[in-house]
């Protein structure tokens, strides 16, 4: 069955730190990642996606995600957390069938604390 | 274009009514999703449409559950007869390639 996990309920971090929201994925294939955020009462923004290429991905508000095939993981990260970078955190995954997008699979999602 | 839009953003109804959510999804995009979040079970795909057909539905709770798309800029979801189990906020988005975007959802209380 088609899978994806964020291991974490919710993440702490200090304002000024490095954060990491971890990601895995189980799809047969070569699938299409993304990662997505929602701040409260808010519909989900677009961060970023792998589709191809350089593992290391970079996206939006200085967010970054490294794709691992062989541990078929795609963890979120950015080097310096703001406080307003709080908010749930959600990665997705896509089975690539024939170049089309096909459903989007959502991780339960991450809560992500960044305190001052 | 502004955006995926959804209709209405905040919905409260009885239990045993019929409750219908609408969707606009941005221009020029071919593929529309419905998707469900509760704190419980997280984001779930209901159903998502190419070109208006209906692909997959295989997320629809129930029969209570119905989805359309008679065109291409106007979606809805239908439930009857609602019950309070179907209190979640229900989300639609459209996609033209590999990027998703979503509306700011429907916020359903059924009492």
Known sequence: AQSVAQPE???????????TVKCTYSVSGNPYLFWYVQYPNRGLQFLLKYIT???????????????????????????????????????????????????????????????? | DA?????????????????TLRCKPISGHDYLFWYRQTMMRGLELLIYFNNNV????????????????????????????SEPRDSAVYFCASSLSSQAFFGQGTRLTVV
């Open chain 2, 3 to 19: 955006g995926v839009i959804q209709s209405p953003r905040h919905e409260v109804t009885e239990m045993g009514q019929e409750v």
């Open chain 1, 9 to 19: 309920d919710q993440v702490n971090v200090a304002e000024g730190n490095p954060l």
């Open chain 2, 54 to 81: 209906p692909i997959d539905d295989s997320g629809m709770p129930e029969d209570r559950f119905s989805a359309k798309m008679p065109n291409a800029s106007f979606s809805t979801l239908k439930i009857q007869p």
């Open chain 1, 53 to 116: 290429g350089d593992n290391l991905v970079k996206g939006s508000y200085g967010f970054e995600a490294e794709f691992n095939k062989s541990q078929t993981s795609f963890h979120l990260k950015k080097p310096s957390a703001l406080v307003s970078d709080s908010a749930l955190y959600f990665c997705a995954v896509s089975p690539s069938y024939g170049g089309s997008q096909g459903n989007l699979i959502f991780g339960k999602g991450t809560k992500l604390s960044v305190k001052p």
